[in-house]
């Protein structure tokens, strides 16, 4: 049980998608210049995820090994397409926002990747638990980027006005360049952040040592 | 059963479900996509036809360069034959306010979509609306603003519309700004020329 | 006249790459030496105009004609996959010391979003068949420019001293950032 909330964890920091092991970097920097538009990406992505790591974690059985990529990216087309359609019926505005990065969800290596390494091979539940973990963290991740883009942009955060009269919006940060720039930024911070961790655990090891 | 076999067997009937699937979604939201597509296109042309309530579609042949046009003007995009669409704008009585053409520039982006409605006595722009585009947020977005579409309001084919003179370039955005005055230009009097022989032939 | 333009608008003002966030994987992990980068260009650039070419094909005589354009997205990708299976099959029979130049990048072209990306948006605008060729030579091109620009880059980097926190990725995104700025630069040239 442990092991599994282990596993749980691990996409939400140790193991995140975007800021650790730097995949699934197009959708990260194309469609984050909002919060909204960062966190819709990120939920598509971790429905789709979530299904297909069910599913091939319950037919690793079935398929033959020879087969197994083109059968994942069936499977992963499939829910990709069925969100595709779901998204054009009920949230059409923000389908238009996201344009063609709905259907690149199939070429999203997260998902691939999770299946080939985690769904293929440990059971149902554990597959489900280990996607919603690396979906949050996606989540996260996308919603925390699309908000510093939002907010210093075009000073709103999920469309509310938050900025101050006379706040001059740093526009380029909601351009392609500025993607670069502030997940390069964050990447910096977050590497900070790790030290900073990593020596305060070092200083109480030797503090309980001593 | 040998392996390959196996393998074939597998990933047709993984394949065949899928597709089934898939056509079920296709069949169920189908509706309701067309409707919300039909409700964005009713609204463009409202909101470029002041006064109307309510349009109709007319097919009208292509004059000039709408002929070249890539655009949603020709409802199947790719042979000449098909007919141009307009939508002619009606009020409560039923009486034509104008008309609205769609017509395309390429941004900064990609391309812009863009809803032009002509009023039908004056034959001067009654309005414009922005149907699609994938501009910078905060720059180039800035086209859907009212303030930079009412300027093509009451401009006509007799001078062409001129960037810089009559209207003004949004700061930071000269290619989106232009991409719509351009887009809007070019198309004005082929559009307008269409529309009148469709009317006198009904 | 008309493919120029399009060559030119997909090489430069809308690079994929820079631009348009397609291709971003490979981009910031092939890019750490310029000879490598040539040949994940190349290969690229193949794959994207057979794809471009393969897709065009699908559109218009399968799934049109049948009112299957709901499998799209699927045959699209499944297609890739099977061309990249193909060429990866070809040149280990007929041109070995090219594919022994290129062979470890090949699989990674399968889920280059660049290449299904660049099938999509041929389809979603409609493009005719030439213009599809080039639009997906374009894309190639223009793949490779960002590559070999961002690798040319990163080789000098390696000398220089760069503070620790921003070691590795993070430099390499802020230098993509200011290529990209670069490139926008060229916006509104047609």
Redesign the interface.
């Given at each position: 049980m442990n092991k599994m909330i282990k596993d749980f964890l691990r996409g939400l920091w140790d193991e995140h998608p975007t800021f650790r092991i730097m995949i699934g970097m197009c959708p990260t920097l194309a469609v984050t210049t909002s919060a909204i538009n960062g966190m819709g990406m990120a939920i598509a992505t971790t429905f789709v995820l979530i299904c297909s790591s069910l599913l091939i974690s319950m037919l690793k059985k079935v398929i033959p090994g020879g087969v197994r990529i083109p059968a994942y990216i069936i499977v992963i087309a499939t829910f990709v397409t069925t969100v595709d359609y779901l998204m054009q019926a009920y949230t059409p505005d923000l389908h238009e926002a996201l344009g063609v990065f709905i259907p690149l969800i199939v070429v999203n290596c997260i998902i691939l990747g999770r299946a080939e390494a985690y769904a293929s091979k440990m059971p149902v539940i554990w597959s489900a638990f280990d996607a919603l973990g690396m979906g949050l963290g996606f989540t996260w991740g996308l919603t925390l980027i699309g908000s510093i883009r939002e907010l210093l942009g075009s000073g709103t955060i999920f469309g509310f006005s938050v900025a101050p009269d006379g706040f001059t919006p740093f526009a380029i940060l909601t351009s392609p360049p500025g993607a670069f720039i502030t997940l390069g930024v964050l990447l910096a911070l977050m590497n900070i952040i790790s030290d900073k961790i990593a020596q305060r655990t070092r200083a109480n090891q030797q503090k309980t040592a001593s | 059963m040998n392996?390959?076999a196996?393998?074939i067997v597998?990933?047709t009937i993984?394949?065949m479900i899928?597709?089934l699937?898939?056509?079920q979604?296709?069949h169920l939201?189908y509706d309701?996509?067309q409707l919300?597509?039909a409700q964005?296109l009713r609204g463009s042309i409202l909101a470029a036809l002041p006064g109307a309530v309510d349009f109709r579609v007319i097919e009208a042949h292509p004059v000039g360069g709408l002929e070249d046009d890539?655009s949603t003007l020709r409802s199947k995009?790719?042979s000449d034959s098909d007919p141009l669409l307009l939508f002619q704008g009606l009020d409560e009585n039923g009486d034509p306010v104008g008309f609205a053409y769609v017509c395309e520039g390429?941004g900064?982006?990609?391309?812009i979509k863009i809803m032009v409605g002509v009023n039908h006595t004056s034959e001067l722009i009654s309005g414009v609306a922005i149907l699609?585009h994938?501009e910078?947020?905060?720059?180039g977005s800035l086209i859907e603003n009212e303030s930079f579409r009412n300027q093509f309001v009451g401009k006509g084919t007799a001078d062409p519309i001129a960037l810089g003179q009559d209207i003004d370039r949004i700061t930071?955005a000269?290619?989106s700004s232009?991409a719509v005055t351009e887009a809007v230009n070019r198309d004005l009097s082929n559009a307008l020329q269409a529309y009148k022989e469709a009317i006198t032939n009904e | 006249m008309e493919y120029l333009l399009l060559f030119i608008g997909t090489v430069i003002v809308n690079n994929f790459v820079l631009v348009q966030f397609l291709g971003i994987c490979p981009f910031l992990g092939v890019s750490k030496q310029v000879s490598t980068s040539v040949g994940m260009g190349i290969a690229t650039t193949f794959v994207m105009v057979m794809a471009a070419l393969a897709s065009w094909l699908i559109e218009h005589f399968i799934l049109v004609p049948l009112d299957l354009v709901y499998l799209r997205t699927l045959s699209f990708i499944l297609v890739i996959a099977a061309l990249v299976q193909l060429v990866e099959m070809f040149l280990h029979k007929s041109i070995p010391g090219l594919y022994r130049a290129m062979g470890i990048f090949l699989p990674l072209i399968t889920t280059n979003c660049a290449v299904l990306g660049l099938s999509l948006n041929a389809v979603l605008r409609s493009y005719n068949l030439g213009e599809s060729l080039v639009y997906g030579f374009g894309a190639g091109v223009g793949f490779t420019l960002a590559l070999i620009l961002m690798a040319g880059i990163r080789e000098e980097l390696e000398f220089a001293d760069i503070p620790k926190p921003l070691k590795g990725a993070a430099i390499a995104l802020i230098t993509a950032g200011l290529l990209s700025l670069a490139f926008s630069g060229f916006a509104g040239m047609i």
């Open positions: - | 392996e390959s196996k393998m597998v990933l993984i394949a899928s597709g699937l898939l056509a979604v296709y939201t309701r996509i919300g597509k964005a890539r995009p790719g390429v900064y982006g990609g391309i699609e994938v910078t947020p905060n720059i930071g000269t290619v232009r | -």
